[in-house]
C-alpha cells in the first residue's frame, strides 16, 4: 500500500501527519520524505542515516573534434541548454532536463552521454519506520529526477510525505500512489489550494481523504466542500495546546499522546481494509 500525504500549501502539518501516521502503522513501513528542496521529517522522526547515495543526472559531454557545426542538437533541444557559437558548443548543465534528444539526433556522435550529480538519497531507521529523504544540492533546479530515484525505494507499506503544491514535483511524488491523504486547514486559503490539489489527483486517478488540521479555527466550508465533492474527512487535528508543546519540542505527538497514537492507527488500518484501491 503506498499513500501519498500531500497539501496544496506548506505550514498545514502534512509532514507531522505522514511521520506521525508511519510511527502508529502496526507494520513496518517506508517514510520517503520527498519534499527534496526542504526535506524535514527527519527533525520530528530523528533517524540513523545508514547510507548516502548521489543522484546523477545524464547531460551531454561535446567532442569538438566530431562536430560539422550543422546545429541539429539546438534543433531539438526543447529547453534551450545548447548554444552553437561556429563549432564550439556551450551547455548550460542546469538547464539540461536530460532528455537525450541532442545525444540521439547528433549525425555526427559529437555527443555522449557524462553524469552530473544533483542531489542525494540518504537511508537510514528510526525504530521500526525504515526512512529515505532527497535532497537536491544547492543550486539545482530540477527536484523530479530526484524524486523519481527516491520513488524506486518504496515497498509493500510506504508513506510519502509529498511537496506543497501542485507542480511537477508534487505529481511525480503522488502519481501511482494507492491513497492520497490531503492535509488542509479550515480557512479560505486552505479550501483554495485544496480544491486545486483535489482536481489534479482526480486527473491523475488517485482516491484521496482529507485530514483538517487546526480543525477548531476558521469555517466549515472546507468540510462543506468535502460533503459536496464526496470527499471522506478522515481525520481532525484540532488546535491543540499539547500538540503544540510535543511540536515545539521536535516529538512526533503520537509518541506523548496515546489517544492520538490510537487514532492514527485506525486510520492507517482504516487505508489498509478499504480505503485504497486494490
Given at each position: 500500500m503506498i499513500v501519498a500525504v500531500a497539501s496544496g500549501k506548506g505550514g498545514v502539518g502534512k509532514t507531522t501527519v505522514a511521520v506521525n501516521l508511519a510511527l502508529a502503522a502496526e507494520e513496518e513501513v517506508i517514510l520517503l520524505d520527498s519534499d527534496v528542496e526542504e526535506p524535514n521529517a527527519h527533525l520530528l522522526l530523528r533517524p540513523e542515516i545508514e547510507k548516502e547515495t548521489p543522484v546523477p543526472l545524464l547531460v551531454p559531454v561535446f567532442h569538438r573534434e566530431r562536430c560539422t557545426g550543422c546545429g541539429k542538437c539546438i534543433e531539438v533541444c526543447a529547453y534551450h541548454a545548447l548554444a552553437l557559437i561556429g563549432r564550439e558548443l556551450l551547455i548550460f548543465d542546469k538547464m539540461c532536463h536530460a532528455c537525450g534528444g541532442c545525444i540521439y539526433f547528433c549525425p555526427e556522435k559529437a555527443l555522449t552521454e557524462g553524469e552530473r550529480v544533483i542531489g542525494i538519497l540518504q537511508e537510514g531507521r528510526a525504530g521500526k519506520v525504515r526512512f529515505v529523504q532527497g535532497r537536491m544540492s544547492v543550486g539545482e533546479a530540477l527536484a523530479v529526477p530526484v524524486i523519481k530515484k527516491l520513488r524506486e525505494k518504496q515497498g509493500a507499506h510506504t508513506i510519502i510525505d509529498c511537496p506543497p503544491g501542485t507542480s511537477c514535483p508534487v505529481i511525480q511524488a503522488v502519481k501511482g500512489a494507492d491513497f492520497c491523504l490531503v492535509v488542509t486547514e479550515p480557512t479560505p486559503f486552505g479550501q483554495h489550494d485544496l480544491r486545486l490539489l483535489i482536481e489534479m489527483l482526480r486527473v491523475l486517478k488517485v482516491p484521496a481523504g482529507v485530514i483538517i488540521n487546526r480543525a477548531d479555527l476558521g469555517d466549515e466550508e472546507v468540510e462543506e466542500y468535502c460533503r459536496q465533492e464526496g470527499i471522506p474527512?478522515?481525520?481532525?487535528?484540532?488546535?491543540?495546546?499539547?500538540?503544540?508543546?510535543?511540536?515545539?519540542?521536535?516529538?512526533p505527538f503520537v509518541a506523548r499522546l496515546p489517544r492520538w497514537r490510537q487514532a492514527f492507527s485506525d486510520l492507517w488500518q482504516r487505508l489498509k481494509r478499504k480505503g485504497v484501491r486494490a
Open positions: 474527512v478522515l481525520l481532525k487535528i484540532p488546535f491543540d495546546l499539547e500538540i503544540a508543546r510535543s511540536f515545539a519540542a521536535g516529538v
